[in-house]
């Protein structure tokens, strides 16, 4: 067999240490992390000093007629003076992490410089969630947003689709004297504000304990939590980035990014390697939706990347459109030097269809990379060690990152302690207690292995999630994490997630979230599909926890007010499980239309 030929990309942790503790517990190290910057407004005025000229951040102008025109450019220059009179007037304003800035609407120029300013002010923003406001009904996430929060402004970018959010929660919950303006009402003239020396006296008085932003988490089993996120956490974190991924420090990087800054894979690890290395990021409308994919692709046949990262769906919609569209396969591949998902698992049929046409276009695979992390680590933790990854890998621990494998009902929880870790959630001392451990570690509720029990050097591959496995009625346990991967992967290109149930029961079950190309689909040949697929896995299956008994194909969409799906797409299975639970019921009743069972 041929060994495939790589693009150049150089891993920068590729060994790792470990020590035992009591009762099984290990302690899984890497390398030291190095100096890094006391605060990100520093790396953010020097690559701003050095090359002013340059494209910062660009976004479609977006035209009468609804449809978006040429580029429009926020150079590095421009971003840096514009952040100083932002920053001006958020001090004239008096604003403080007990009232600080909150953001509703989604990414782009205005939404960036505002950023900038709050944190060259040091004053504390969170760029919430816009289906909060935009897609919610009731508004309870968002409610509980400002109320958490107790914002002094509030910033979206127009009042045609968020002033009935607005309007319905913003006096309710931060008070009549909460300021509020938009992109047309009220931001040209915070934009205008003179500079004036009290601005770098604001700057130079932050330091690493400094709160930068706040991040909430999905919020997908309780209400959303405010994860504090320091100047330290942030530059170390980027600093780690810089060792596992020694490419970000030796370029300048284009990335091509739709992601929310809602969400720390975009807001802290995008925005950040942007402001921290140098680069430029060109805002991608776009989504991996049927509606909104046509932009990514509009996007990526014009724009090369240096460094590309996705969620899985991303990659999915992707790989499919390569198969035919030469100038998404040439403009794409051109000179991108690496690929990354995060935040679900990546169907391995996916990965296989991506190198496929990689090496039909450029004559070499690019290299896939992922690896672990969570909003309360900055996000960066885990880092695959070279380029032969597959499904589940994650690797070793980043710089400076202490790993504790904790040893809990037969699998290993993976717990943190770092820098870049954060010191809790805001207003919230109870679940700061609850999270983490006697030693101080950060417990993630993610169960981890050994990708290889006889070198550790290849680090660890993701297990599931301790809290998402269950028992039969038998007493034998039920992996969701490795089952739902295994599901995804044999019902490929259709399946978007699978919910395992069966909690008490005598057998597993699985509910279907299908991939909108399976929705067009005629239903015959849809449940044939399926059929197929569940043929297949009962043919692999060891016993009744590893043997998916029976499957229904959900007809409607994960809720986003149920706490079902995040916007960047992730399912959550409790909240699933809780709020069809009689459906759940009638799956495992046989009363349920549509069961598909073995064959």
Known sequence: MTTPKYREFKFGVTTGEVTNGADGVQYLRSVPLGDYATRITDRFIQNAADHPEKIFMAQRVKNPDGTKGEWRYLMWGDALSGARRIAAGLIQRGLSADRPVAIL???????????????????????????????????????????????????????????????????????????????????????????????????????????????????????????????????????????????????????????????????????????????????????????????????????????????????????????????????????????????????????????????????????????LGMTESSPFGLFVTSKDVRAGYLGLPTAGLSLKLVPSNGKVEVRYKGDNITPGYWKNPEATKESFDEEGYFCTGDAVKWINDADIHQGLKFDGRIAEDFKLATGTFVSVGPMRAKIIAAGAPYVQDAVITGLNMKEVGAMIFPLPAARALDKAVLTAHFQNMMNELAKTSTGSASRVARMIVLEDLPSIDKGEITDKGSINQRAVLTHRASLVDALHEDTAAGIIKPQ
Request: hydrophobic content about 40%; overall charge negative; charged content about 20%.
């Open 105 to 371: 609407s989604e990414n782009d120029l205005e939404h960036a410089q505002l950023i900038l300013g709050c944190i060259y002010a040091g004053v504390p923003y969170c760029s919430v969630s816009s289906a909060y406001s935009l897609v919610s009904q009731d508004f309870e996430k968002l409610r509980h947003v400002l109320k958490t929060l107790t914002p002094g402004l509030i910033f979206a970018a127009d009042k045609t689709r968020y002033g009935r959010a607005i309007d319905a929660t913003a006096v309710e919950c931060c008070g009549a004297d909460v300021e509020i303006i938009y992109t047309d009402s009220g931001y040209a003239e915070l934009l205008a504000t003179p500079a004036a020396p009290a601005v770098e006296a604001a700057m130079q008085a932050t330091n690493g304990d400094t709160i930068v932003k706040f991040l909430f988490t999905s919020g997908s089993t309780k209400l959303p939590k405010a994860v504090i996120n320091t100047q330290r956490m942030w530059c170390a974190n980027q600093e780690q980035m810089r060792t596992s991924m020694p490419a970000l420090a030796e370029g300048w990087h284009t990335l091509v990014d739709w992601l929310p800054w809602n969400h720390t894979f975009s807001g802290n690890h995008n925005f950040g390697l942007l402001m921290y290395n140098g680069g430029t990021i060109y805002i991608d409308e776009g989504k991996p939706t049927p509606a909104l994919i046509g932009e990514t692709f509009r996007n990526l046949r014009e724009i090369s990347p240096t460094i590309y990262l996705n969620v899985p769906t991303g990659f999915e919609y992707i790989a499919d459109a390569m198969k035919t569209d030469d100038q998404l396969r040439k403009t794409l591949l051109s000179r991108v030097q690496m690929f990354f998902y995060a935040g679900a698992a990546l169907a391995q049929p996916i990965w296989d269809s991506l190198f496929e046409s990689q090496e039909r276009e450029i004559g070499e695979r690019i290299v896939m990379t992922t690896g």
